[in-house]
Structures are given as C-alpha cells and as structure tokens.
C-alpha cells in the first residue's frame, strides 16, 4: 500500500471515530427517563451517596470564624469516588450494584455536556471533577460550624446535578408551523425591502 494511500485511510478513520463519538455525546430520552432522572434530582440529599463511594474530610479553615480559625478543623471536603463507574441504567429490568448511584443520563451529561453547553462538560463540573482521580472534590469553609460546611458541599453537589442536566423541550407541530409561517412572512418583507432599496437606487441614478 502506498504512503498516500495510508494517509488517505488514516484520515477517513479519524473522522469516522470522532464523527461517531460526537454522535455518542447526545442521549435520546424517553419522557419518563427525563421525569425519572428530574424526581432523582429533585429528592437527592446526603443518604443517597453510599459510604463506599465518598470520602469527607476536615481540616483548619481559614474562612470566618474568628480564633476558631487556628483551633478548630471546621472546613470540609467532601470526595465523591469513581465517578465514571457511579451511573445505572434507567431501564426496567435493569440491575445494579451498590456503587451505582447517579441515573446514567444526568452521569452521561456531566461528563459530556448537553445541547445547551454544545456538549462540553458543563462549567460547575470543570470546577470539581478531577479527571487524574476520576473524583469530584467539594470544599467548603463559608461557615465557622463543621456541619453546615458539610451541609454546604451537600448543596454544592446537589447544584452541580441541577445545573449538569438539560434537555431541550420538543416544539409541538403547530408552534413550528407556526414559527414556519413567520419566517416566511420575515422572509417576504425582506425581499420587498431590497426591491424597493434597488427601486429608489435606481431612480437616483436616473436624476
């Protein structure tokens, strides 16, 4: 096979695979998916992460908190483990272990975004997931108490699902023919517009 030849394979194989992962990157959901992945969200709160799957940590703060600030270990990180292997399937039927913990589409778009972020990782998850540990790691020192700090890296967590997952509602038949319709309308003074500029061009011409 000749060099051109290779190069010419070469090429067409990488844009296949980058054609094909970019495809792999959007998710098509059912309604129900999307209702069960909302109510996960909606109802998560510090129980719902196993014990095997986070680590959480206190160490000296050096937020408010006045002479605390040198005596007591009041800042918190929170460790969320293994991320990439936390996700279960959302079909019936489906089983999984106890480390599987996040609804696999709302995992899926916090690794690879969604429509609204044109499938880049959302910006919260740039801010905490550590790739080299395959880790999310939250801290917080906003409060002098060590359990509202841990309370707050709570939050934090349950905000980085909130804000990871999106789906763009579906436009109803008649709101497009709707949106069709206007367009055409748009469409049509824009070029009665341009006849009438060329018309006035014209005319100033012709003086």
Same mark, same amino acid.
């Given at each position: 096979m000749s060099t051109s030849s290779m190069l010419c394979n070469t090429t067409k194989y990488r844009l296949n695979f980058f054609r094909s992962y970019s495809v792999n990157k959007e998710l098509?959901?059912?309604?129900?998916?999307?209702?069960?992945?909302?109510?996960?969200?909606?109802?998560?709160?510090?129980?719902?992460?196993?014990k095997a799957c986070m680590s959480m940590q206190y160490v000296r703060s050096s937020g408010p908190g006045g002479q605390n600030v /040198?005596?007591?270990?009041?800042?918190? @990180? *929170? +460790?969320?483990? /293994?991320?990439?292997?936390?996700?279960? @399937? *959302? +079909?019936?039927?489906?089983k999984r272990s106890g480390l599987q913990w996040i609804p696999q589409p709302l995992l899926h778009m916090m690794i690879y975004g969604n429509s609204k972020t044109d499938y880049n990782q959302p910006n919260i998850m740039k801010l905490y997931y550590k790739p080299q540990k395959d880790s999310l790691v939250i801290q917080s020192d906003s409060e002098r108490k060590?359990?509202?700090?841990?309370?707050?890296?709570y939050a934090k967590l349950h905000k980085l699902f909130r804000e990871s997952f999106f789906v763009q509602?579906?436009?109803?038949?008649?709101?497009?023919?709707?949106?069709?319709?206007?367009?055409?309308?748009?469409?049509?003074?824009?070029?009665?517009?341009?006849?009438?500029?060329q018309m006035k061009r014209k005319l100033y011409k012709d003086k």
């Open positions: 098509k959901l059912t309604q129900e998916h999307i209702q069960k992945v909302n109510e996960w969200i909606d109802k998560f709160n510090k129980e719902v992460v196993p /040198n005596k007591l270990s009041t800042k918190c @990180s *929170l +460790e969320i483990l /293994n991320v990439k292997k936390s996700g279960y @399937s *959302l +079909e019936k039927g489906s060590r359990n509202l700090n841990e309370a707050d890296c509602k579906e436009v109803s038949a008649d709101n497009k023919e709707k949106w069709k319709r206007i367009t055409e309308r748009e469409n049509e003074k824009r070029l009665q517009q341009k006849k009438f500029d």
